[in-house]
């Protein structure tokens, strides 16, 4: 059975990595197969023979695989069915409905999702499929967010809204949003156009998830009231009702550095700890049950066990616990194995761990096959995985304390009687002890090659870290949070001070073991083979002892361990425009040199910055900036600085940005040495020529477009011009002054391609084969304006879009350009 539901799961996985969903000759033939594959499964299994007994298994394990491939298909065809058609996008839309989960408030208004009343939807639009459920913002225009309605699960509004596709940022070494709305059956994203018309209706929706919902939404309220603007109430949030969009940047940053992430929402662990304390408190009571109702006769202990009892309520306790976190894949996981030890327990069988590990498998991918995609899926089972593998393997001696009859002679004397009892209570938490290393060793291992590859990082200081850490959250804080769910008011406000102090205490000590730069290995993420033999490798170092070759395991690890992919040869260069959105951010990689220009958007926007670039950067392997480039101010081209500079070291910063910009410091205090853009520098790296064209020495310019820095790149067969957001005088200086110098075979698109750049002369000058367009997806300025992207086409230019293409990676290749667009090389079969 545990290798069914492995096929079950691996067809599941092998469907996510398509880029299209199969078509109706692929049907036929999978189903003809599926059938073949039954059929000689179960003609095997009615054989004597092993061998064939052997087959019929493997046939059946094959048919698993093609039934978790062809559920998963039927799931994303049905899902995938409720779009928004092309030219709905941007007009605007009436419609009804109410809001589902819990929404997330900022400084710039509130996102939530938006469940439409689909038969009113149809009707007024004729869309046959209209999509259910909708992302929005409630963006705050008037410099007033606190004036914003307080939007609550259940709450029935008319809304008048600005829709479009499911479309997401696409770059390498990034997680890809897209597979994340698609699990949340959101198929239109969008924003309220009209708030004045927006209307509340009477009346709230009703359903067990609403209200489940509703009571999340209670008690994040009450906790943001009572912990005000405490520093860690985002924490307290967390372990209580699993929003974690109140967490700090600041504590994401320490708990990702520690290793203790994990520790945030509501685990399996914090669910497992809390039904086992419901589990005990309800088999205790039931076994007191007649002594606390004064009954004389009393029978129905005995009918029944107060062990059933116990694993019922734990279930039940579980069940509601993972409802409060938003049933993420880590509380699925372990409520389902809770399930299954329940019901094996109930009805006396004995199952082995590895099976309940793997109908939980099945049964999580079952509810939801897009599970595959997120690291949650990953680090959770393969936690437990690894658990179970050291545990189960490692055999344990169980020393039983010496059991005396009045025929034998107790210790001579007091003191020796206690001391043999020290001894035993000495073994016993000498066990303990060695258990609790032995799971932290194995998690610590086995998760190390995951992490590695989800977040490019190894925290060296994980171990320690999660030694004290999860005992402090699991037995102290988690326990004073739940104190303070069930305690009504104004007592619960102990409760969850209480749990804020500890927290406080812990990240104080997490943020204090934190500080070596050891702390942290980074390292670029590994390839699929380098993780495969790295799995492999920590399958091999947990058997249990006596294994052969178990020393020779680590060599399996070497291919992490590995330098980062080797840059381009020497008088080359690289260049990889990122899809920010409506920004810019391009990297420039050398044989043995990096320059970013551009960082994309910040805080104030969609933190293009800590979303995509950084972790770009450190999944590419590109731990160090030669230089960084900063065009100019504004902030969808600056915004993402203060990420760059946090999370990777930075050399040299150069910017076309005025004396008094917070970055010239911000760059001090990270070490970098800074320099102004002007005309006339030039350096040279590993046979690469780069040269700044613009802005002029002196004063900057007034306006802010016109500050922005001008950068050449040129090696033999190639060079680039980055023009940040230059606009036509500018351009018309540079044509005059050094029309020659502009030359350049790829060219990033001035202003995204708005109508205020991108003249005549200027492309005359530079004449390029490829032009990059970085543009956000229906952006509301409208990039790349109708005109200027005409003027391109009619030059015979190779166009890049972002908002179409995702990333571009341009290079140099035997003197010819070659060009990859993410969406076409890493298509997936949701990408719009």
């Not at 003809?32 to 299994?45: D, E, G, K, P, T």
């Not at 009707?123 to 967010?145: E, K, M, V, Y």
Request: charge should be positive; hydrophobic fraction near 50%.
């Amino acid at each position: 059975m545990r290798a069914v539901l492995c096929g079950f799961a691996l067809g599941v996985f092998c469907l996510q990595q398509q880029a299209a969903l199969p078509g109706a000759l692929h049907w036929v033939i999978g189903a003809a197969l599926l059938a073949v594959a039954i059929a000689f499964a179960v003609w095997a299994f009615k054989r004597r023979t092993r061998w064939l007994r052997h087959a019929g298994f493997c046939a059946l394990v094959v048919s698993a695989v093609f039934a978790g491939f062809g559920y998963a298909a039927w799931r994303a065809e049905i899902r995938l069915r409720d779009a928004l058609p092309v030219s709905w996008q941007g007009r605007d839309i009436e419609l009804a409905g109410h809001i589902e989960g819990l929404p997330s408030r900022d400084a710039n208004g509130t996102r939530f999702l938006f469940a439409v009343d689909t038969d009113e939807a149809r009707r007024t639009t004729g869309i046959a499929h209209f999509p259910s459920t909708l992302q929005l913002a409630w963006i705050d225009r008037t410099g007033a967010p606190e004036a914003l309605p307080v939007l609550a699960p259940g709450d029935r509004w008319r809304l008048t809204v600005r829709l479009k596709r499911p479309h997401g940022n696409a770059n390498f070494g990034v997680r890809d949003p897209e597979a994340a709305l698609l699990a949340r059956n959101v198929r239109a994203t969008g924003y309220v156009s009209a708030a004045s018309a927006a209307k509340r209706l009477p009346g709230r929706a009703s359903g067990v998830g609403l209200t489940i919902g509703r009571w999340r939404f209670a008690l994040r309220a009450r906790i943001g009231a009572v912990l005000d603007d405490a520093p860690h109430r985002g924490i307290v949030m967390a372990l209580a009702v699993g929003a974690q969009d109140a967490v700090g940047a600041e504590d994401w940053l320490v708990m990702r550095n520690t290793g203790t992430s994990h520790l945030i929402a509501i685990s399996g662990l914090h669910i497992s700890l809390v039904a086992g304390l419901c589990a005990a408190l309800a088999g205790g009571l039931w076994r007191r049950s007649c002594f606390l109702a004064r009954v004389s006769r009393c029978e129905w202990p005995l009918i029944v066990p107060a062990q059933i009892v116990a694993a019922v309520a734990g279930v039940a306790f579980a069940a509601f616990y993972a409802a409060l976190a938003g049933f993420n894949v880590p509380a699925q996981r372990a409520l389902w194995m809770l399930a299954v030890v329940s019901a094996a327990f109930v009805s006396g069988r004995s199952v082995a761990p590895s099976l309940v590990l793997a109908w939980a498998l099945g049964i999580v991918l079952l509810a939801d096959p897009w599970a595959v995609v997120t690291p949650g899926f990953w680090l959770s089972f393969g936690a437990v995985a690894a658990i179970l593998l050291v545990v189960h393997g490692h055999l344990r001696v169980r020393h039983e304390a010496p059991d005396w009859t009045e025929h034998d002679e107790p210790p001579a004397s007091r003191v020796s009687r206690a001391l043999a009892a020290m001894r035993r209570w000495l073994i016993r938490w000498r066990e303990r002890l060695m258990s609790a290393a032995r799971v932290q060793y194995a998690v610590t291992l086995g998760l190390a090659p995951l992490t590695a590859f989800w977040f490019s990082q190894i925290p060296l200081i994980g171990p320690f870290a999660n030694a004290f850490a999860i005992p402090w959250v699991s037995v102290l804080a988690t326990p004073a949070v739940l104190a303070g769910v069930v305690l009504p008011a104004p007592i619960d406000a102990w409760a969850f001070h209480a749990a804020h102090t500890l927290i406080e205490a812990l990240i104080a000590a997490l943020r204090t073991i934190s500080g070596p730069q050891w702390a942290v290995w980074r390292l670029p993420q590994p390839s699929a083979w380098a993780l495969a033999a790295a799995a492999a490798g920590v399958v091999w170092c947990l058997l249990p002892r006596g294994w052969p070759l178990r020393w020779a395991a680590p060599l399996t690890w070497l291919p992490l361990c590995l330098p980062p992919p080797a840059g381009p040869p020497a008088g080359t260069f690289r260049l990889t425009a990122l899809d920010v959105g409506q920004g810019s951010s391009i990297l420039i990689e050398t044989a043995r040199h990096a320059l970013l220009f551009d960082t994309g958007p910040g805080p104030e926007s969609t933190h293009a910055g800590e979303r995509i670039v950084a972790p770009f950067l450190q999944a590419n392997g590109v731990p160090v900036l030669d230089a960084l480039v900063i065009s100019h101010a504004d902030s969808d081209h600056a915004g993402g600085a203060g990420a760059v500079l946090q999370a990777v070291r930075v050399r040299q910063l150069l910017g076309g940005l005025p004396p008094s910009n917070r970055l010239w410091d911000a760059a001090r205090t990270a070490g970098a040495d800074t320099l102004r853009c002007s005309a006339g520098q030039r350096w040279q790296w590993d046979g690469v020529e780069f040269a700044m064209l613009w802005p002029d020495p002196g004063p900057l310019p007034k306006v802010s477009n016109a500050q922005s820095c001008v950068l050449r790149v040129s090696a033999p067969g190639m060079s680039a011009l980055l023009t940040g957001d230059v606009d036509a005088p500018s351009e018309r200086v540079l044509v005059a002054r050094a029309r020659d110098a502009l030359r350049a075979e790829v060219l990033v698109v001035p202003h995204h391609g708005s109508k205020s750049s991108s003249t005549e002369p200027f492309l005359d000058s530079i004449d390029p084969l490829v032009a990059v367009f970085q543009v956000g997806y229906l952006n509301r300025f409208h990039h790349p304006d109708r005109g200027v992207w005409a003027r391109y086409e009619a030059r015979g230019i190779d166009l890049t879009r972002s908002d179409r293409d995702g990333a571009v990676r341009i290079e140099a290749s035997g003197g010819v350009l070659a060009l990859e667009r993410y969406r076409e090389t890493h298509r997936r079969y949701w990408m719009d």
